[in-house]
């Protein structure tokens, strides 16, 4: 069973960076997608940057674009987000995501219901 687990989260001030990672056990697949979604209180878990495997297509919603960058330490199995420019909007739970054996579409891959794994959250606020 794939097992994920996140950290980095924190209190920021605006424009302020953080870089969150997520370890990710008991797979080995070439073919996967991993992501990063975020939910804050009262709103729905939304995408915000997907990591297609192979090929290393990159997809991120429009709210974070030019901000915000995933990769992957293949050596260690580690998925980071690097977020930079961070905005009060952005402050919300960050969840990362697994979805193996599957080759998404880019929209796809910014969809909750394509993944069936998730690790437990870290919290990100961002204060103005």
């Known amino acids: 069973q794939v097992q994920l687990r996140e950290s980095g989260g924190a209190s920021v001030q605006a424009g302020g960076s953080l870089r969150l990672a997520c370890v990710i056990s008991?797979?080995?697949?070439?073919?996967?997608?991993l992501a990063w979604f975020r939910q804050a209180p009262g709103e729905e878990r939304e995408g915000v940057a997907g990591?297609?495997?192979?090929?290393?297509?990159?997809s991120y919603a429009d709210s974070v674009k030019g901000r915000f960058t995933i990769s992957q330490d293949n050596a260690n199995n580690i998925l980071y987000l690097q977020m930079n420019d961070l905005k009060p909007e952005d402050t919300a739970v960050y969840y990362c995501?697994?979805?193996?054996?599957?080759?998404?579409?880019?929209?796809?891959?910014?969809?909750?219901?394509?993944?069936?794994?998730w690790g437990q959250g870290t919290q990100v606020t961002v204060s103005s």
């Open positions: 995501a697994a979805r193996m054996a599957a080759l998404l579409s880019a929209g796809q891959s910014l969809q909750r219901a394509s993944y069936k794994s």
């Open positions: 990591l297609r495997s192979p090929g290393g297509g990159t």
């Open positions: 008991n797979f080995a697949m070439a073919t996967k997608c």
